[in-house]
């Protein structure tokens, strides 16, 4: 319902300024769905967080039976316009999606992060749910409390930050940073099959770039994210 939506009304602008929405899947998630599937041909697949389909495009295409959902409706709508064979729906996944509970993937590539910590575990109910015994969660770029954007922002909960006033996090709400004993709390009816935190560290030059905060101009900024994948026992 309305009242429970957690959804970051934030994004409807992120959205419309073309922020965080690369036009191909990342060749991080594209590799944890090689190492830990193998193929995508035949795999029912739920996307939490689908945007304006980047990823629905090619897994269509490998010949996965895909389902993505996402509470923005202008890009659903969009995505079920560039993705025929795709499966969409505007939904507020930490609380729901509407396909059933036979996936053999569920996945997300830096979607799930952008809640509060208790909507973040709303979500592993509604992943546990979703599906199969034996079938896993995939998730890439999950936020790490390593990131230099951790110590900025205003506070929201333990690990949650939101109002930022420049750099990669403006206009997106919820920033959730997160460390592997909170992960491993978070899908703990889960079996836990990867979990890699992959931390890039930089000089940002003087030329402002429009995801980096003038605040770190000169100095070291570090981006720090998780690669994680979790099984439904069977």
Known sequence: SGSRMT???EWDTAYYNGQGCPRHMQPELRQLFKWHLGTTKGQK????GCSYGQ???ELITSGAKYYGVDAHRDAVISAEKECPGGVFSVQDFTFYQPFGSDFDVVFDRASVSHNTLEAIHHTTDVIWTALKPGG????????SRNHSEFAYGEYVDNGT???YKEGQFVNVGNVHFTDEHELLNLFCMF????IIERVNRRVVPSIEMYWESRRFSGREYRTAV???????PK
């Not at 896993?136 to 936020?143: K, Q, T």
């Not at 079996?191 to 990867?194: A, D, L, Q, S």
């Not at 998780?226 to 439904?232: E, L, P, T, Y």
């Open 191 to 194: 079996e836990p099959v990867h």
């Open 7 to 9: 959804y970051s009304k």
């Open 136 to 143: 896993l969660f995939i998730g890439s770029d999950w936020f």
């Open 226 to 232: 998780f690669d994680i994948v979790f099984r439904r």
């Open 45 to 48: 697949m739920l996307e939490l």
């Open 55 to 57: 990823n629905a495009r």
């Open 161 to 163: 930050r939101t109002n």
